[in-house]
């Protein structure tokens, strides 16, 4: 294959969710190289890291957000195309700790205190890295003085909270507070079932995100 041609296949299997060869899923796709071994062959072909990137990986998982977003795939679907976007990642890391291949930011993600949820923030976080971020994912039961002491360490960062529980609404206005009176310049954005637009703006959050892409949305507006 030429480097157009695997770049195209690569990007059919991280959409697709086609993790590696030995991979039985899709059937369609079954006994066929991954993401896992295009991303090598792509390498060993002289694909520039950030073409991989770039027109592969962001472009896929580009792809998958705005279909789940339309609800024509569901969690499961993107959890295999984010796992198949994260192999194919290991082989590009020693580019970006290099520097030879650059992030278009920090993004600061964590599920706020009081609350254990991690599905829709680990969704989040796999569909950004996707999008050529750099996530710092704090996990769960994340409490304000984790969120400072984190932007502390990355001050350009952009944070996220995400919560499922209604009851762990106030503590996320809580930590926005307590953010925005030390760091008033930072971007936070929110996302979780129980919170919308009307409770973003309530709160002093930045923006809001109903699903994965439209974080990535807003985060690529305030790089463009």
Known sequence: MDKN??????????ESGKVNKAAPY?????GQDGADELTKKALEAGVKPVEILNDALITAMDRVG???SQ???????????AKAMNVAMVHLKPFFQSGEVKRKGKFIIGTVS??????????????VEGAGWEVIDLGVDVKATK????IKEHPDAIVGLSALLTTTMPNMQQIVAEIKSQFPDVKL???????NEDFKNEIGADGYSPDPQSAVSYLNSLVA
């Open 5 to 14: 041609e695997l770049i195209t296949k690569l990007t059919e299997c991280v």
């Open 26 to 30: 899709p059937p369609a796709m079954k």
């Open 66 to 68: 705005k279909k789940f």
């Open 71 to 81: 609800k024509k795939i569901f969690v499961p679907q993107m959890l295999i195309s």
């Open 114 to 127: 009081g609350d254990l949820h991690d599905i829709g923030k680990n969704l989040v976080s796999m569909i």
């Open 147 to 150: 969120f400072i002491e984190t």
């Open 189 to 195: 954005i929110i996302g979780g079932a129980p919170v």
